[in-house]
């Protein structure tokens, strides 16, 4: 089986890590990449295969819906998910309608879980 690749993009460090460690401690197999802004995860996508990526929405210079849609363009079929503490409907609707996922900040570790374990056949 080939190794998978998640993708975290958020501009604070802290959040970063919050993923980073549930990812590490329940996918330990799992390759961890981590960018503070969109244009370097738009780097990693171009250097790596991503399985999944996690984008914060608000970030400097390109937000999250940016870099999502620069992404898909990119990797057809990649597995997005908008992770942000603004949760107006209107943001949902918009990320559903661009075919990612969304994940409320703050993040769960239950949340962090479903997405990923759904990759991993429903863990």
Same mark, same amino acid.
């Given at each position: 089986?080939?190794?998978?690749?998640?993708?975290?993009?958020?501009?604070?460090?802290?959040?970063?890590?919050?993923?980073?460690?549930?990812?590490?401690?329940?996918?330990?197999?799992?390759?961890? &990449?981590?960018?503070?802004?969109?244009?370097?995860?738009?780097?990693?996508?171009?250097?790596?295969? $991503?399985?999944?990526? &996690?984008?914060?929405?608000?970030?400097?210079?390109?937000?999250?819906?940016?870099? =999502? =849609?620069? &992404?898909?363009?990119?990797?057809?079929?990649?597995?997005?998910?908008?992770?942000?503490?603004? $949760?107006?409907?209107?943001?949902?609707?918009? =990320?559903? =309608?661009?075919?990612?996922?969304?994940?409320?900040?703050?993040?769960?570790?239950?949340?962090?879980?479903?997405?990923?374990?759904? &990759?991993?056949?429903?863990?």
């Amino acid at each position: 089986m080939a190794q998978k690749t998640i993708l975290i993009v958020d501009d604070s460090s802290l959040a970063r890590m919050m993923i980073k460690n549930v990812v590490s401690q329940s996918f330990p197999d799992w390759v961890i &990449l981590e960018a503070g802004n969109g244009q370097d995860g738009l780097n990693h996508v171009k250097n790596h295969s $991503i399985s999944i990526a &996690l984008i914060d929405f608000n970030m400097p210079g390109m937000n999250g819906i940016e870099l =999502a =849609a620069k &992404l898909m363009e990119l990797v057809p079929g990649l597995n997005v998910h908008l992770v942000t503490a603004n $949760i107006q409907e209107t943001m949902r609707q918009r =990320a559903e =309608a661009m075919g990612i996922g969304f994940i409320k900040k703050p993040v769960s570790k239950d949340d962090i879980i479903r997405v990923i374990g759904a &990759l991993e056949g429903g863990k």
